[in-house]
């Protein structure tokens, strides 16, 4: 079989990270609108190829005061940069239905590789006929290497913004063709 193409399915999908606040708890957030284009033989994911964008000004971590402090210029600066975005560059088998997905990321300006940790989850058809695929992908970024640095320090030691973000992708494609 020959690659086939997939979009992500947003009603089905998350685009989620978590970050260490007072040195003591995880804030997560998610960002509401995305897309993704993906291209793969079902029988062979190392073939898979995928297009991403993120809406930097969809997110929010339920808190209306801290989300417009993450898309102020201290942060993402959405209204400079409203897109995050990944394009992959290869995919590796790492195991049982495990791979993994590298690319290149843009946030904040700024184009880093990263590696996503991947498990394919599987196929299986909707009730409208249509095939699906779904994807559970985990990767961490330091986001003082995108220009993410403002962060205050604590009284007690510390900083109230960890460096490390966890980003977590829980996707379900439709095939397209």
Not at 128 to 142: K, T
């Amino acid at each position: 079989m020959s690659n086939v193409n997939w979009e992500v399915d947003p009603d089905h999908s998350s685009v989620e990270f978590s970050v260490t606040h007072l040195m003591i708890n995880k804030i997560k957030g998610v960002f509401e609108h995305f897309q993704a284009a993906l291209s793969f033989d079902p029988n062979d994911l190392t073939t898979m190829g995928i297009q991403a964008s993120i809406d930097a000004n969809s997110l929010t971590t339920r808190q209306r005061q801290r989300d417009e402090h993450l898309r102020s210029d201290d942060f993402f600066h959405a209204a400079k940069y409203p897109a995050i975005t990944f394009q992959s560059t290869s995919c590796v088998l790492a195991g049982e239905r495990q791979y993994e997905l590298t690319g290149n990321l843009t946030l904040h300006g700024v184009t880093k590789p990263i590696t996503f940790h991947t498990v394919f989850e599987g196929l299986n058809k909707d009730p409208r006929g249509r095939e699906r695929a779904g994807f559970h992908s985990i990767a961490s970024i330091e986001r003082n290497e995108f220009g993410l640095s403002f962060n205050s320090p604590l009284e007690t030691g510390g900083i109230i913004v960890g460096n490390e973000v966890k980003i977590e992708l829980y996707i379900e494609a439709i095939r397209i063709d």
